[in-house]
């Protein structure tokens, strides 16, 4: 397979993982199951759904809007990112679009971008944030670098993090997202993406602010493991809901998102529909698990209709030439 089709796939699998979900997040999984259906990908928001927002059927929302303006960035400065100049960058972009007015911007994003605005130096407090705003984002790096790089992806991260997400368990997390991505670009086997995706989220934690969150590697790890008890793949997704946690914190969206990948492993777009029912942050454990499947399945597993609706609500992401740009500062 062409690594172009994989490169492009990541972006529209978290495109399309992020609409399909968006519309059923923070709602608990018996509610979603008794909605959905299995022939259906897209859904309007629920008219009894309790948080206000005006988004329609097959919008995206931060997810995919964070990342694209993360590779737009990195792309406008050849892969040369400083900290200060990213921060400034992303907090006029959301600013620009009134996108803590629309209600999809995350706690620690927001409140970054609040400082930033303001001209106000930051506490350490203040930049310890462990909810899912930095693995979310984080895709354009496993598209850039190889699983060679694996240290620079590990201290470009770090930068991305600094003033909104500088904890031990947010990098990890977006460390297994990028390692994921970057190892199933290089076209390595399914088991090595894994260990690499482990590798780098286990070494992520020894890096930024120490703090008193479970360890996300070990969450994820506990989940590969325990998971082969259940012969009931329905059984073993209670399990993640019901026990794991779904919220919006890293240690909740990343073992998920690559749990549920390996639960439906060979079976990509049945993952897809079973991840947004899992309740609480669909979006963005399906946006992640998308760009999982895009990377490892390439592009055509996506139906062309389903990306000529997400181009046709959403504008037009350019998603495929802004994978190709990306892949342009990759070092194969």
């Given at each position: ?94 600013k620009d679009k009134q996108l803590i007015e629309k209600g ?29 705003g930095l693995p979310m984002k984080i895709t354009p790096l ?53 260990e690499f995706s482990f590798k780098l989220m286990e070494k ?129």
């Amino acid at each position: 397979m062409d690594i172009a089709d994989r490169a492009y796939g990541v972006l529209a699998g978290l495109a399309l993982g992020d609409a399909a979900g968006m519309p059923f997040e923070m709602l608990n999984r018996e509610k979603i199951k008794a909605l959905t259906k299995d022939e259906q990908l897209f859904y309007q928001i629920p008219e009894d759904h309790f948080l206000d927002r005006e988004l329609t059927r097959a919008e995206v929302t931060d997810d995919t809007l964070l990342t694209l303006h993360l590779a737009n960035f990195l792309i406008d400065n050849h892969a040369n990112l400083s900290k200060d100049d990213y921060y400034y960058s992303l907090a006029h972009f959301i600013k620009d679009k009134q996108l803590i007015e629309k209600g999809i911007i995350g706690p620690s994003t927001t409140k970054m971008v609040k400082k930033i605005l303001q001209n106000e130096n930051f506490s350490l407090g203040e930049r310890a944030g462990f909810s899912s705003g930095l693995p979310m984002k984080i895709t354009p790096l496993g598209i850039i670098y190889s699983d060679k790089q694996a240290d620079k992806i590990l201290a470009v991260i770090e930068e991305i993090a600094y003033y909104s997400h500088y904890t031990d368990t947010a990098l990890s997390a977006a460390a297994g997202v990028a390692a994921f991505i970057s190892a199933a670009l290089s076209g390595k086997e399914y088991q090595n993406i894994i260990e690499f995706s482990f590798k780098l989220m286990e070494k992520a934690e020894k890096l930024a602010l120490k703090t008193f969150q479970p360890s996300t590697f070990k969450r994820t790890e506990f989940l590969f493991s325990y998971l082969q008890k259940y012969s009931s793949q329905e059984k073993a997704l209670d399990f993640i809901s019901q026990v794991m946690g779904t919220g919006i914190n890293s240690y909740e969206v990343v073992p998920a998102a690559l749990a549920v990948f390996d639960l439906y492993l060979g079976q990509p777009i049945k993952a897809i529909k079973k991840s947004i029912a899992l309740g609480g942050d669909t979006d963005t454990i399906t946006a992640i698990l998308g760009s999982f499947i895009g990377a490892y399945y390439g592009i055509d597993v996506f139906e062309t209709e389903w990306l000529q609706l997400l181009n046709q609500v959403n504008d037009n992401l350019e998603l495929k030439e802004t994978a190709n740009l990306l892949l342009e500062l990759r070092e194969l």
